[in-house]
T-cell receptor, first 113, second 113 residues
Framework: AQSVTQLGSHVSVSEGALVLLRCNYS??????LFWYVQYPNQGLQLLLK??????LVKGINGFEAEFKKSETSFHLTKPSAHMSDAAEYFC???????????FGQGTELSVKP | DGGITQSPKYLFRKEGQNVTLSCEQN?????MYWYRQDPGQGLRLIYY???????QKGDIAEGYSVSREKKESFPLTVTSAQKNPTAFYLC????????????FGPGTRLTVL
């Protein structure tokens, strides 16, 4: 079965530090990959998506992610954390065209002043 | 502005009662989805509909029902058969001819008293 694994349910960084949220997927073919952000009691907002164009994908709010087929990974990074980045982040995959969206468990990011 | 609306934002229900959650979109999207979110479990698919008058069960459909009489509307009924209905419910839509990006509503938090 296709799956998505996010390593670390909670990540804490200091303001200005690098943010790295990890995501690994299992898929037999190149998938569609997404990162969503969720603020408390709100819906999900798309940060960025990989759709087989460029392997390095830039998103909103200074986030980016790199698709590495050899590692089946799609880790999310941001060079310098801001307090407003504190939220829950979900990695998701559509294993093939027309398939259903499969979510990881989520990673809660805390940013310390 | 185009988007997805869910109402109400907060909903309380007594045990044994059915309750219907509203989801409306004016994005002219073909497909619509209902997800349930519980702490530490990510999002799980309840039902989805790819076209009017048609819908399919997701991974956790037991105790839920849906209808899709209009393209813009996809209401979810949580029945008394759902053993643990307290959760955050998210509706999403997708343009089937697009790039597989799902757009999410703001969510409804259901609490069973």
């Amino acid at each position: 079965a296709q799956s998505v694994t996010q390593l670390g349910s909670h990540v804490s960084v200091s303001e200005g530090a690098l943010v790295l949220l990890r995501c690994n997927y299992s898929s037999s073919v190149p998938p569609y990959l997404f990162w969503y952000v969720q603020y408390p009691n709100q819906g999900l907002q798309l940060l960025l998506k990989y759709t087989s164009a460029a392997t390095l994908v830039k998103g909103i709010n200074g986030f980016e992610a790199e698709f590495k087929k050899s590692e089946t990974s799609f880790h999310l990074t941001k060079p310098s954390a801001h307090m407003s980045d504190a939220a829950e982040y979900f990695c998701a995959v559509i294993p093939n065209q027309g398939g259903k969206l499969i979510f990881g468990q989520g990673t809660e990011l805390s940013v310390k002043p | 502005d185009g988007g997805i609306t869910q109402s109400p934002k907060y909903l309380f229900r007594k045990e044994g009662q059915n309750v219907t959650l509203s989801c409306e979109q004016n994005l002219n999207h073909d497909a619509m989805y209902w997800y349930r979110q519980d702490p530490g479990q990510g999002l799980r698919l309840i039902y989805y509909s790819q076209i009017v008058n048609d819908f399919q069960k997701g991974d956790i459909a037991e105790g839920y029902s849906v209808s899709r009489e209009k393209k813009e509307s996809f209401p979810l009924t949580v029945t008394s058969a759902q053993k643990n209905p307290t959760a955050f419910y998210l509706c999403a839509s997708l343009n089937s001819g697009g790039n597989n990006e799902q757009f999410f509503g703001p969510g409804t938090r259901l609490t069973v008293l």
